[in-house]
């Protein structure tokens, strides 16, 4: 019986409502609380609080009354392409600093490729603060 009214409760459609975009937002801007606006209706896979994508960075354009998908936001780059940035090794005892250039922009705790200056190899590297990347695992 619990199955039976579980997968009817799965059947019916949600209604709930889909964030949309109030304004042009252009790819790679921030998301303000005036760049996007609440409407009735269900949207699969769009964003259901305005919450969710205020502060997020935009992946793409995205348009005036078009609703707000997950995959179009995610968290804000705080390393930028061409950068030079601080990789940082730790592992036991052994702490190596370089310099080194991102060939990619990464949001914070988002792995990116690097550009080790010193031995001109590219490394896999984790964002951790502006300007600094952790080379290696993380602790």
């Known amino acids: 019986m619990r199955w039976v009214l579980f997968l009817m409760l799965l059947a019916q459609p949600a209604v709930g409502d889909t964030v949309v975009a109030s304004t042009t937002i252009r790819g790679q801007q921030l998301i303000g609380p005036e760049d996007v606006v609440l409407v009735e209706g269900?949207?699969?896979?769009?964003?259901?609080?305005?919450?969710?994508?205020i502060g997020m960075e935009a992946r793409v354009n995205l348009y005036p009354g078009r609703p707000v998908r997950r995959g179009d936001v995610h968290p804000p780059a705080i390393i930028e392409r061409?950068?030079?940035?601080?990789?940082?090794?730790?592992?036991?005892?052994?702490?190596i600093v370089t310099e080194g250039r991102a060939l990619d922009r990464a949001a914070e705790g988002?792995?990116?490729?690097?550009?080790?200056?010193?031995?001109?190899?590219?490394?896999?590297?984790?964002?951790?603060?502006?300007?600094?990347?952790?080379?290696?695992q993380m602790p």
């Open 42 to 53: 269900d949207t699969p896979g769009a964003l259901w609080a305005v919450d969710q994508a």
């Open 82 to 95: 061409n950068e030079v940035i601080t990789l940082r090794f730790d592992s036991g005892g052994l702490l």
């Open 110 to 136: 988002e792995a990116f490729r690097a550009l080790n200056l010193s031995s001109r190899n590219t490394v896999t590297a984790v964002a951790s603060a502006p300007g600094l990347a952790i080379v290696g």
